[in-house]
Structures are given as C-alpha cells and as structure tokens.
C-alpha cells in the first residue's frame, strides 16, 4: 500500500510473470507533440524518471509525486483503531501519552518554541523578507534540520533488564536517541552519543553546538511535564575528556604575511585586491570587519540604528547581543559611508550575497583561500599582539566576545608581544578571576546614539 497522488502520465497497473502470477507495475503514456509513449516499469521511481525525461526534451516541466494525504490518514485511523483494541495497542498508547519520547519533545520545542520565535519570517513569502529575514530564517532551517538529524543518531541502551541480563549479561543495543524517554537519557546515554558522533568524523566544536541545542530541548522540555520538574539534565554529567578524542579542530590563527618573501599574502596586497572592486560596498564591508572583527553576518546586516559614539550595539548575533567598541580607524571608515535616504541598512546585500560575491572577486586575484572567517582571524590576532596575551578581558570587550576563557585558549598559540599585563590589573583590583575583573571594569555609561 502506498499513500501518494501518481502524477498524468503514469498508472499503477498489473503485469503477468511468465509463471501467469501478477505483479505491479506503472504505465508511463505520452501522446503529445509528436512524441507517443506507452511502457510499463516495475517501479513508481523508474517511470516518474522515464517520462521527466521524456518531458525534459520537450522543455515541459517536472513532474513529482505528492503525498495522498486524505488516503495517509484513513490508513492512520484504521490503524488506531485497530491496535486499540488490542492489550498491545492499549499499552502502546498509554506509553505514548504518559512517557512521551526524546523525539516527541524536539517536536514540540520546534512547533511551540522555534516556530513563535521565528513566526515573522515563517508566515510570509520569501520574495517578502529582507536580508537580515532570509538570514533567520536560514538559522531556523538549520536548526530545525540539526534536530531532526540528532534524533536519528543511534546510541547505546544501558537498560537493563532481568531476562537479558540472566541471558546475556548486559544489554547494550543501540537505537535512536530520539526513542528514548527523557528519563531514560542519562549521563551514559550522552557518553554514547558523543562517542557516536565522533564516530562519525564530527570535530569537538560541532559536537558542542549539537549538544547545546540538546541542551535547550531538555530544559524546554522541563516546563511541558509537571513530572519533570525533578529532571537532572544528563548533558551537565557526561564525559568532557571524550571530546579530546574528535578529529582536532583546524587552526584557528591565521595571520597576513609580514612581507611578500614569505610567500603568503600580505594585509597590504589582499587590501589592493579588494579595492578593486567595482562595488564599493563591498570594499567597506570587508575593511569593517577587518578594523572591528566582527563576523560577516554582523556587518552585513549591519543598521545605522546600532551605531554609537564609541561603540556598535549587535542584537542578532551568533551568540547573545553584545556591544562592539570602535577604534578611531573603525569611526572614520564608518563616517566615509554614504547614508541611503530612508534605509536604516549600511548595505544592500544579503550575507549569501556578499559571500558569493567576496569569492569570486577574490578567486580572480588567485586569493580564493582567504574566507571572511579568515579576516575575522587576523583581526582577532591583530588585536592580541598590539594589547598583549595578558589581556583577555580588554580583547574580549573591545571585540565583544563573551566566552574570555575560550578567547585564552585560543591566544596561548598566538605570537604576541605584552605592552601591559592583564596580571598587573588583577592584583590592583584584588580579583582573582578575569571574568570578575571584567564586570566591574567595563561598568561603564554608554552614551546615547546621535
């Protein structure tokens, strides 16, 4: 049985074997513009393929196969109704009511939480949305597919029951993370799924984003069952040492030549290459996010209505909000952009846009290596060796990056030359801690937008 519409052009029929039993089969018919058609196929697929093709030559459109839904939901009825009456059925239905699965709860933070979060780009054509829409809606997609990717990944079930452990011993069978209730994922469960991941080649950094977004399902799903008020979060008790078994992540240093001898692209020729450009947005975005590092995205979709004094105010960002303070230089390249009449947008493209548009301008200067996480890179580097290793909390403020221990472990591989040590500034202040430091340091009065 199946539960799609066959499109025009194809039948479902019967066929005889040679020993005189039938079998199913597809027709494929075509009468039109001098082409006549008439052949069976054993398969949906291979006649949908056939008459595309046929169609293709004669510049018609694609055809595909949808979804019956009407029939889907009759079979679903019956279905029910029929596995109800049985005590199977029964206790199938009371398992699915009373201990909804893993994959159950992604569901419902997708429809209750992500679809409210993201219903202003949801709801609307996609010739309707602006830039800085169709970039959230791409974060939507992503994670709504991130979601449904993870549920499918296979772990270990540490269960263990009487009949297998006097047969076997220890029942280590796998299933999908996603059938498991949330009281059966443990911090052994989360072992597993990571160990599973790495399996799969996937770096630490990729593994960490999966499990924070597992992460907040798990605290959503804490606020949809009174039962789970009690729930302890496995993922705050797994294993952090299995990440030091992934694929070691890329270098994260990346630095312009000091000179041309060391056959690397210096900052002086990749900005010549740039300016260049017949777009002059183009050459602005990239010398901002050089001046400032800021990610493509945040420059891209940057609006005059976040720009202070001394300071950028980013509300959509890869991570949370956070304040990008200016240098002079930053000020100045700012001031030398032309203001549209009745755009609170710098610029016009869309981050895809711009991406595309920065390789290919790029790849005919032979400079395809050079990305704009790369310029993010160096900026990062820049700032480093002019204020010192020491100095996480000032780097991290002026560049508004929020995770100062991740910003240390990055900088302990980077050549860096101190002016002043963040050390001096902590015995001052008698902190122990940079991050403390931080707090009361850059408590400071911002000044209102012009």
Excluded: C
């Amino acid at each position: 049985m199946h539960f799609y519409k066959l499109p025009r052009g194809i039948q479902e029929t019967t066929r005889s074997n040679k020993d005189g039993s039938q079998v199913l089969a597809y027709r494929v018919q075509m009468n039109r513009k001098g082409v006549k058609l008439d052949k069976l196929f054993p398969s949906v697929r291979e006649a949908l393929d056939f008459l595309n093709d046929e169609r293709k030559k004669l510049k018609l459109k694609k055809l595909v196969i949808e979804q019956d839904e009407e029939k889907l939901k009759a079979f679903k009825l019956k279905s029910y109704d029929n596995l109800s009456n049985t005590p199977e059925g029964k206790e199938f239905v009371n398992q699915y009511i009373n201990r909804p699965t893993f994959d159950r709860y992604i569901q419902k933070y997708i429809n209750e939480f992500l679809k409210i979060k993201y219903r202003n780009v949801l709801n609307r054509k996609l010739s309707e949305l602006t830039a800085e829409e169709k970039h959230k809606l791409k974060n939507y997609t992503n994670k709504v597919n991130k979601l449904e990717r993870m549920a499918k990944i296979k772990v270990q079930d540490f269960d263990l029951g009487v009949l297998e452990i006097a047969m076997k011993g220890f029942n280590s069978r796998q299933k999908e993370i996603g059938s498991f209730t949330l009281e059966e994922i443990t911090a052994s469960t989360i072992n597993s799924y990571v160990k599973s991941r790495i399996q799969d080649n996937l770096r630490a950094s990729s593994i960490r984003t999966e499990l924070v977004l597992m992460n907040s399902v798990l605290e959503y799903s804490k606020h949809l069952n009174s039962d789970l008020k009690d729930f302890k979060n496995p993922i705050k008790d797994f294993d952090k040492k299995l990440y030091s078994l992934a694929i070691p992540a890329k270098s994260k240093f990346f630095r312009f030549a000091d000179s041309e001898e060391e056959n690397k692209t210096t900052k002086k020729a990749f900005l010549e290459a740039v300016e260049k450009s017949k777009n002059p947005e183009l050459v602005f975005i990239v010398k901002l996010m050089m001046l400032t590092a800021m990610r493509r995205a945040e420059v891209v979709l940057l609006k005059w209505s976040q720009i202070y004094d001394n300071f950028l105010q980013l509300t959509d960002t890869k991570t949370n909000p956070r304040p990008v303070y200016l240098t002079a230089d930053a000020k100045e390249l700012i001031k030398s952009i032309p203001r549209k009449e009745g755009q609170d947008r710098l610029f016009s493209y869309t981050v895809g846009g711009f991406e595309a548009s920065l390789r290919y301008h790029l790849n005919k200067f032979g400079l395809k290596d050079i990305t704009a996480h790369k310029l993010r890179k160096n900026s990062i580097s820049e700032f480093v060796e002019v204020i010192g290793a020491d100095n996480s909390l000032l780097i991290s403020e002026i560049l508004g990056i929020r995770d100062i221990a991740g910003l240390e472990r990055e900088i302990k591989t980077m050549p860096t030359s101190s002016l002043s040590t963040q050390t001096e500034v902590l015995k001052s202040v008698g902190h122990t801690t940079s991050a403390v430091t931080k707090k009361h340091y850059f408590s400071l009065n911002l000044k209102k937008p012009k």
